[in-house]
């Protein structure tokens, strides 16, 4: 990204941004596999690539320096993918992932269900009631825009929130107010929580959708290190007038095929037995894209 005056750092390879994810997506399995409680693993693994190029390629951040007011802001509208995103920023030194394990989902804990910037410091907005991201970020970016801040403003949001009204008046309020410092991320993984997204809500033509609302559109393989990579690169200046989507075709569940497309696992535990072989399917998973994974037969209920 371009634009601001605060230098992201450590500048990572594509492979390199692959392996961090395949990080990722271990210690989420291995944080499934401690915690009593269910985790929404399977979104978590869908947006799992995305939030690893956002912290470690793509966002304006400095760990050490989180006040800075070049910084580039990112808000979590799937607020219950938070765990994917306090495990995403330890890795990049915000905090411990020790810390993330040992007390998430506790009482007064840091690192609840859905973030919430008050208990963690780093965390831009507290988040989960679908359909707010977006709204805040355009608030955020209009902001930016009156105070003279060259700082992007980006948001991650599931394409089942996008369901919702407010999701497209923020939509129809960033083009109109020309906010080019916006950009958002939609986890374009198909899936409800309790069904596929066709079968409830008409998405398709899904970008099309975007395209009508005066936005800049780049589709990408959200499981391709590298799309999401020339993705970031490419968007255009936050000076621009048109604010930008990316929306990333994704498998929820991705990387463990039990779960991949699988509505069981849009929340879960994983006793002994599953976590090994949770980890054994990830394993063999590497290098695949949101292309290889066949749509799945299963139309079980969520758990």
Same mark, same amino acid.
């Given at each position: 990204m371009t634009g601001a005056t605060l230098d992201i750092g450590?500048?990572?390879?594509?492979?390199?941004?692959?392996?961090?994810?395949?990080?990722l997506r271990r210690?989420?399995?291995?944080?499934?596999?401690?915690?009593e409680g269910a985790v929404h693993i399977g979104g978590d693994l869908s947006v799992a690539d995305i939030l690893t190029v956002l912290f470690h390629h793509g966002l304006r951040v400095d760990p050490d320096d989180i006040a800075n007011p070049a910084r580039d802001r990112f808000v979590l509208s799937k607020g219950h993918a938070a765990v994917c995103m306090y495990i995403a920023m330890a890795m990049r030194g915000f905090?411990?992932?020790?810390?993330?394990?040992?007390?998430?989902?506790?009482?007064d804990s840091a690192y609840g269900m859905h973030p919430c910037k008050v208990q963690l410091p780093g965390v831009e907005a507290s988040t989960g009631s679908l359909g707010h991201g977006l709204p805040l970020a355009v608030g955020m970016a209009l902001s930016a825009r009156h105070r003279g801040e060259k700082h992007r403003v980006v948001t991650l949001l599931g394409d089942g929130?996008?369901?919702?009204?407010s999701v497209w008046e923020a939509v129809m309020a960033g083009r109109s107010q020309k906010l080019g410092n916006l950009v958002a991320f939609v986890d374009r993984n198909r899936q409800l929580m309790t069904s596929f997204a066709e079968e409830r809500v008409m998405f398709e033509p899904y970008p099309d959708? +975007?395209? *009508?609302?005066?936005?800049?559109?780049?589709?990408?393989?959200?499981?391709?290190? %590298?799309?999401l990579v020339d993705a970031i690169d490419r968007l255009p200046d936050p000076d621009s007038d048109v604010p930008t989507v990316v929306v990333c075709e994704t498998?929820?569940?991705?990387?463990?095929?039990?779960?991949?497309?699988?509505?069981? +696992?849009? *929340?879960?535990?994983?006793?002994?037995?599953?976590?090994?072989?949770?980890?054994? %399917?990830?394993d063999a998973s590497r290098g695949t894209t949101a292309a290889d994974v066949p749509p799945a037969d299963t139309h079980e209920e969520a758990r």
């Open positions: 450590e500048r990572h390879s594509v492979g390199e941004l692959t392996d961090l994810a395949y990080e210690k989420l399995l291995e944080l499934c596999g401690t915690y905090f411990s992932y020790d810390e993330i394990v040992d007390t998430y989902g506790q009482l929130e996008t369901g919702e009204g959708k +975007w395209r *009508a609302f005066g936005w800049n559109v780049i589709e990408v393989d959200g499981h391709d290190m %590298a799309q498998v929820k569940g991705k990387g463990v095929d039990f779960m991949e497309r699988n509505l069981a +696992w849009h *929340a879960g535990s994983l006793g002994a037995d599953d976590l090994s072989r949770a980890l054994a %399917a990830l």
